[in-house]
């Protein structure tokens, strides 16, 4: 990951800080497993920088932005970068304190605490992906309060006063107008150092995927880039939704070519039918058409 970091163009001086970070915090072996191995590489300097120095000043992160802007991708990339196991953390509506905290339980005929993972985040240095915190309900906000701002701590009623490990961050990401969704409150937000995320570039589009597809032809490379740009266009252009503007959709879809699926039926699957709507699916069909010719094969797209 350090050596990525490198490829992109981080400043020396900030890799060398992660360096001495990951010497300094020792990971338990017993949580060595949940330090991820990301499949997908974030691209964008100048987010990487802020978040790097962010996390590095002890500051928890919130990443903001519509969809396909690897909001996720970067919260994993984060946490293999600085070496440190991850626990992912869903809010919904079945999400409240006992499921963050942890439980009581029984162990070898007691009553024990069976942690959670805000607590595990705590007690390992874990870093926590607090995914769509903005569907948070006020049950487990009122636990995150104490824990992200600069007290640092966990109290568990009947239990004990929990202090956050030195090497516990968490990076929590939303998305808006989604159903569910609702404003930060001012008191949640305040606690984050806030990274608005921008649209992936083409030129970090190419990179992507030609570290994902090493064999794709240029030419493809860059229709499948411009594809994407104009799904893009035309959601911001409100002719479209969201729900065709899926990356991890058309990296699917060209995993399926680079199977022997034809271009049009892959990309029918992983793009136009994510849309339930026939008209908008006819539009997505003929953004398709000006792109990717109709009876595309595998030695088409893909150098043998």
């Known amino acids: 990951m350090l050596d990525f970091l490198r490829e992109e163009g981080i400043r020396e001086s900030l890799v060398e800080e992660l360096v001495r970070f990951r010497e300094f915090y020792r990971v338990d072996k017993e949580v060595i497993y949940r330090i991820p191995r990301p499949k997908f590489h974030y691209y964008g300097t100048s987010v990487w920088e802020e978040a790097i120095v962010a996390l590095l000043c002890g500051e928890n992160l919130l990443l903001t932005g519509p969809k396909a802007t690897g909001k996720n991708v970067l919260a994993e990339n984060l946490a293999a970068a600085f070496g440190r196991p991850s626990w992912d953390i869903s809010f919904h509506v079945n999400t409240d304190s006992s499921s963050l905290i942890g439980t009581d339980t029984f162990r070898n005929g007691e009553v024990v605490m069976r942690h959670g993972p805000i607590l595990n985040c705590a007690c390992y240095g874990g870093f926590g992906i607090l995914d769509e915190i903005n569907m948070a309900k006020n049950d487990s906000v009122a636990v995150l309060h104490a824990t992200l701002d600069f007290r640092r ?141 109709g009876k595309l094969e595998r030695h088409d797209i893909f150098k043998e």
């Not at 806030?194 to 994902?212: A, F, Q, W």
């Not at 597809?213 to 994407?228: A, C, K, N, W």
């Not at 991890?248 to 892959?266: P, Q, T, Y």
Request: no cysteine; aromatic share 8%.
């Open 153 to 293: 701590i966990i109290d568990v009623p009947g239990y004990d006063k929990n202090h956050l490990d030195g090497s516990t961050r968490f990076i929590a990401t939303m998305n808006y107008g989604y159903a569910g969704t609702r404003e930060l409150n001012e008191a949640l937000a305040s606690r984050f150092m806030v990274i608005d995320m921008p649209g992936i570039s083409d030129e970090n589009l190419r990179k992507l995927l030609k570290r994902e597809f090493p064999g794709i032809r240029d030419r493809y490379l860059e229709q499948f880039t411009g594809l994407f740009n104009d799904l893009q266009k035309k959601s911001g252009n409100s002719e479209i939704s969201t729900k065709s503007v899926d990356l991890r959709g058309l990296l699917s879809s060209i995993h399926l070519m680079e199977k022997g699926l034809e271009a049009n039926r892959a990309l029918r699957m992983g793009i136009v039918n994510k849309s339930f709507d026939d008209f908008e699916r006819t539009l997505v069909e003929d953004v398709i058409r000006l792109r990717i010719p």
